[in-house]
């Protein structure tokens, strides 16, 4: 009786043990997303390490929240757990069942098994992370207009930008900015010129830009400029003028993005007599 027990009770043992190995192995499903990526670390704003088209082989390591972190031949990183099927067809997710010695007919099959694919496939892929981006900026100017010997000039500005995605890496929206101007020139012939004016500038930009945390941007896009107010004085005399005078031109730069930050360098150049131009460089933060 005691071998008897002793008997039963390691073969319970035994199949403990082997349930417990099997359910440690890793489950191998497919990919049901379209072009889903893969990131190094479970956040849509992590960097993408590969793009893994609909119904690639994978292996789940492990599970975390609403994300998975698998490996896709060479490369290992974390997925959406919605992007994943329950297991691939014909694929070892644990205990390997046995095959019958008489596998029923065709006709005997469940009908649904076909229809279960496409349900299983049209599972949603990754969200994107692009989304509509507002921009607050503002910065300092190098030089505008043709320069002038003896001439000082302090330019500020301050604008905004509003960008709406048309794919991954491009995004296109207007963007308005505000131009202070002040000046001064000692020893003229009336004695000294001082004097400020105000402009500013309306642009269509296009962008293209780099993905992940950190993003590099280039941009360009046409311009209507305008110089709205301006108040001189030369000795004793003081003048004042405001008109709106709008001038075609075009707008570039170049910037990086980390996080809310932007930094931006752009130079704006106008078609008008005189052949005016403005570069500047801007901070901002973006929403």
Do not use: C
């Amino acid at each position: 009786m005691n071998i008897l027990r002793a008997l039963v009770g390691a073969a319970g043992l035994a199949m403990l043990m082997s349930t417990a190995a099997l359910a440690q192995q890793p489950d191998t499903v497919r990919v049901t997303g379209d072009r889903v990526n893969l990131r190094a670390f479970p956040s849509i704003d992590s960097a993408i390490v590969r793009t893994m088209s609909k119904g690639s082989l994978v292996t789940v390591l492990q599970r975390e929240g609403a994300w998975a972190r698998i490996q896709a031949q060479s490369a290992t990183g974390w997925v959406r757990s919605s992007t994943l099927s329950a297991s691939a067809p014909g694929a070892t997710t644990g205990a390997v069942a046995a095959a019958p010695v008489n596998p029923p007919p065709a006709s005997a099959r469940p009908a649904s098994t076909a229809a279960m694919a496409p349900a299983a496939m049209a599972r949603p892929s990754e969200p994107s992370s692009e989304h509509t981006r507002l921009t607050i900026f503002g910065g300092m100017a190098l030089n505008e207009g043709d320069a002038t010997p003896g001439l000082s000039r302090s330019n500020y500005l301050v604008g905004l930008s509003v960008l709406f995605p048309v794919g991954q890496v491009i995004s296109i929206g207007p963007e308005l900015t505000y131009f202070h101007n002040k000046y001064s020139q000692p020893n003229t012939i009336d004695g000294d010129l001082s004097g400020s004016s105000d402009a500013g500038s309306a642009s269509l930009m296009v962008r293209a830009h780099s993905r992940g945390s950190v993003r590099f941007y280039v941009e360009a896009g046409p311009t209507a400029l305008s110089a709205f107010r301006e108040s001189q004085t030369e000795g004793t005399a003081t003048t004042t003028a405001s008109d709106v005078h709008l001038q075609g031109g075009l707008t570039g730069g170049a910037g990086i993005q980390f996080g809310p930050i932007v930094l931006g360098a752009h130079y704006q150049h106008s078609f008008a007599t005189g052949s005016q131009h403005v570069t500047y460089f801007s901070a901002g933060l973006t929403f």
